[in-house]
């Protein structure tokens, strides 16, 4: 496996993948993270709130309200957004990025003159 398959490690992995324009940080453990707390909050027995929100926002209502909003305000509140790195992560992450740019730099450059 090369290096750049290996993710940067931690509670949840970074894959740093090269682009022609740059890279891309896969942060699919992130993603499953956030779509758990998604469920979580929408399935949780003791408040209904974006359960019912959910529900609001599903109903057609008139022209320029879109109740969706409080629901996306609910579940942007609860769900997870950061990524923890520790110890020699953060490096790592640096590292790989740094290798990843680094042949399109001087292009980059270029084109910015």
Same mark, same amino acid.
């Given at each position: 496996?090369?290096?750049?398959?290996?993710?940067?490690?931690?509670?949840?992995?970074?894959y740093v993948r090269t682009i022609p324009t740059g890279?891309? $940080?896969?942060? @699919? +453990?992130?993603?499953?993270?956030?779509? =758990?707390?998604?469920?979580? /909050? #929408? %399935?949780?027995?003791?408040?209904?709130?974006?359960?019912? $929100?959910?529900? @609001? +926002?599903?109903?057609?209502?008139?022209? =320029?309200?879109?109740?969706? /909003? #409080? %629901?996306?305000?609910?579940?942007?509140?609860?769900?997870?957004?950061?990524?923890?790195?520790?110890?020699?992560?953060?490096?790592?992450?640096?590292?790989?990025?740094?290798?990843?740019?680094?042949?399109?730099?001087?292009?980059?450059?270029?084109?910015?003159?």
């Amino acid at each position: 496996m090369s290096n750049e398959q290996k993710p940067v490690t931690g509670p949840i992995p970074i894959y740093v993948r090269t682009i022609p324009t740059g890279v891309v $940080l896969d942060l @699919e +453990a992130l993603t499953r993270l956030v779509i =758990g707390d998604v469920i979580n /909050e #929408l %399935l949780h027995a003791e408040d209904t709130t974006a359960w019912d $929100l959910l529900h @609001e +926002a599903a109903e057609p209502v008139g022209e =320029g309200q879109f109740p969706g /909003e #409080l %629901l996306e305000q609910r579940l942007v509140e609860r769900a997870s957004s950061r990524v923890p790195l520790y110890g020699p992560a953060a490096l790592e992450l640096m590292l790989k990025l740094s290798k990843a740019v680094a042949p399109r730099l001087d292009s980059w450059q270029r084109g910015a003159a």
